[in-house]
């Protein structure tokens, strides 16, 4: 778990940093520098999306995927727990902080991706966290980069981050024989179509409920046993 507490940590620490950055920042330039996020966003969804070989597997995992997101409405819980952090995080002026979009936004783009999975197998198998460690940085320039125009969502991100990659790494030993390199490729690919989904929802394009999309990542690894 070691990786795993490092990157967390890396996610907290970038996003305090970003956030004493966002005090003086001009709102048009946030402005900007959201829509440049977006653009950034959308090349990573846009350049992991390639490495998936069967498109048939893509379209199954997000029909499926968005079926069970749907049935149980994540983009809805997440709001309902955003709206209560919102309540608690209220500024002086009265203004709410966008829990809820900086959350989603950091954890699909932290969680989304072959290091997280592979880094955490290695972790868990192998007691190399060498992967996880290069991620952490990673993640800690990006936690900075997003948490200056996202705000505290973002290192709320942070314990998705812990949730998810120890998860895996805990259950290294189990999952690793399913996990083959295809199937990563296939899984990186569904949710680079998801992370395009939210680079459009950056740049004001669309109004996606991605997290309902985010089941989908993990049905690839049912279906290459079949395909």
């Known amino acids: ?29 946030s402005d900007t520098l959201m829509k440049g996020l977006g653009l950034c966003t959308l090349f990573l969804g846009i350049s992991g999306s390639l490495k998936g070989e069967n498109s048939l597997i893509l379209i199954i995992s997000m029909v499926v995927g968005a079926l069970i997101g749907e049935g149980i409405d994540l983009e809805d819980k ?16 009265g203004k709410q902080v966008s829990i809820a979009e ?18 955490s197998l290695q972790s868990g198998l192998q007691g190399n966290h060498e992967m996880l460690f290069n991620k952490s940085m990673l993640d800690f320039v990006a936690a900075i980069i997003f ?19 120890g998860a895996i790494t805990l259950a290294a ?17 569904v949710g680079s179509v998801i992370i395009i989904g939210l680079a459009l929802n950056m740049l004001g394009i669309t109004k996606l409920k991605v997290m309902n999309y985010v089941p989908a990542i993990f049905i690839p690894i049912i279906l290459c046993c079949f395909m």
């Open 147 to 165: 948490s200056s125009t996202l705000g505290i969502g973002v290192m709320f991100a942070a314990a998705f981050v812990f949730i998810y990659q």
């Open 102 to 119: 900086g959350f989603v936004t950091a954890s699909l783009l932290f969680c989304v991706g072959a290091m997280t999975i592979v880094g």
């Open 173 to 189: 030993q189990w999952i690793a024989p399913f996990l083959s390199e295809r199937v990563i490729a296939e899984m990186t690919c």
């Open 78 to 93: 997440l709001n309902r727990l955003g709206k209560w952090l919102e309540g608690k995080f209220k500024s002086k002026d």
């Open 1 to 29: 778990m070691l990786g795993t507490i490092v990157n967390t940590i890396a996610v907290i620490c970038g996003a305090t940093i970003g956030m004493l950055l966002k005090k003086g920042i001009p709102e048009r330039l």
